[in-house]
């Protein structure tokens, strides 16, 4: 059921209320202009959360970057969480997953025709971005992870919701999960709740409708997790999910924040999963390689690896895994797909705010060439670009 992986530490209830006074404090300097957020005369669209842990932002923004970059030429800009490198990085097809961190690389690796680039400040990185002469053809920024980054005023907000982990019904830290009150989710354009499982009933959809009590302004999706084929991370043939049997052991290999919907959704193929947890964004080093060697070997055949593609980007580089692990471990890449058939709306709403505000892509031209046939000569507006507005 909805919040089912939610565990408040009543005991700390007090801390999370003085946390709390810090943030509004800080969001209240926004409102009040003490802090200035900044707009940029480019599609910004900001993808994020307001809880501590996975909800699905990379598959989510990997699902924009689908969407857009046949028609416009995207680019990336993240934080680059526990990268090694300072400042902006422009990321090539040689960078170093150490240089811009885990998920941009694995973006960039996917998507090698799109710009990646990470700075700590995303004002700073937007203006590069647009500014440097490699990088001037940018049409639309995706921000990874930046809700709460405050100083960039996106044009669609997007507010991703784990299921699993509902903020109606979680606590500030360190009691909870959230890194700010729920009322934050007011900033939102659109609202996602992400992991649904597939089999949500109608009334189910109501209750967490009625319950996130939205503004008007504000659009509400429902997304749940979709597997591609397993890749052989050290050669081989790819697998899909289905040929894993009942009978096959699988050692479910994670490094992320929330690997229980992966461990759920594996059970319907096998009665025999273990699961190996490290901490989110886990770097390995020789002896968690010592103990997935051990682990793998304890297991009884048949049995394969799962582990996911951020995992992967940490562990291809790692020396000392066994000839075993080598020939059994495959990634399991993850997708999203819309329900209750929202997918055709969101995209419009997407492309339709991207067409509008573009200059330099196959989206502006096909808007450029429609006003020129019905005369319509309106100059490209400027300043603030906001999705409300639209």
Not at 52 to 81: C, F, M, N, Q, W
Not at 126 to 149: C, G
Not at 351 to 376: E, M, P
């Amino acid at each position: 059921m909805e919040g089912d992986f939610i565990k408040i530490n009543e005991w700390m209830l007090p801390l999370s209320w003085l946390y709390g006074l810090g943030v509004k404090l800080r969001n209240q300097m926004f409102e009040l202009g003490i802090l200035k957020s900044r707009s940029f005369d480019i599609p910004v669209i900001s993808v994020g959360n307001i809880t501590v842990g996975g909800s699905g932002k990379t598959p989510h923004v990997e699902y924009l970057i689908r969407l857009l970059k046949d028609v416009t030429k995207v680019a990336v800009l993240s934080r680059g969480y526990k990268r090694k490198s300072k400042g902006y990085v422009l990321a090539d097809n040689n960078t170093a997953m150490e240089d811009i961190g885990d998920e941009p690389f694995q973006m960039k690796t996917k998507f090698p025709d799109i710009h990646v680039a990470v700075d700590k400040s995303r004002c700073h990185g937007i203006d590069m971005l647009t500014e440097n002469e490699e990088t001037k053809d940018t049409s639309v920024i995706l921000l990874d992870d930046a809700f709460q980054h405050r100083y960039v005023k996106p044009g669609i907000n997007i507010l991703l919701v784990d299921y699993h982990r509902l903020i109606i019904y979680d606590k500030l830290l360190p009691a909870g999960r959230l890194r700010e009150p729920q009322g934050g989710k007011a900033r939102a354009d659109i609202v996602i709740i992400t992991k649904c499982p597939k089999d949500l009933k109608p009334m189910e959809y109501r209750v967490i409708i009625k319950a996130m009590n939205l503004y008007p302004y504000q659009q509400l999706f429902f997304t749940t997790l979709e597997y591609d084929n397993m890749h052989a991370i050290f050669g081989g043939k790819e697998r899909t999910i289905e040929s894993i049997g009942k009978e096959e052991n699988i050692l479910l290999l994670t490094g992320i924040a929330s690997p229980k919907q992966m461990l759920y959704d594996l059970g319907e193929y096998s009665d025999n999963i273990t699961p190996l947890t490290f901490p989110d964004h886990h770097c390995f080093r020789s002896k968690d390689i010592e103990r997935i060697n051990e682990t793998f070997a304890r297991m009884p055949s048949p049995k394969i690896i799962v582990t996911t593609e951020k995992d992967n980007a940490r562990l291809h580089g790692m020396d000392g895994l066994s000839d075993e692990v080598k020939r059994n471990i495959y990634t399991l890449p993850i997708k999203i797909k819309f329900m209750l058939d929202q997918q055709e709306e969101f995209n419009n709403k997407i492309i339709g705010y991207v067409q509008k505000n573009s200059k330099n892509s196959i989206l502006a031209k096909r808007k450029d060439g429609h006003k020129s046939k019905n005369g319509n000569n309106t100059r490209h507006r400027t300043g603030t670009i906001s999705f409300r507005d639209n």
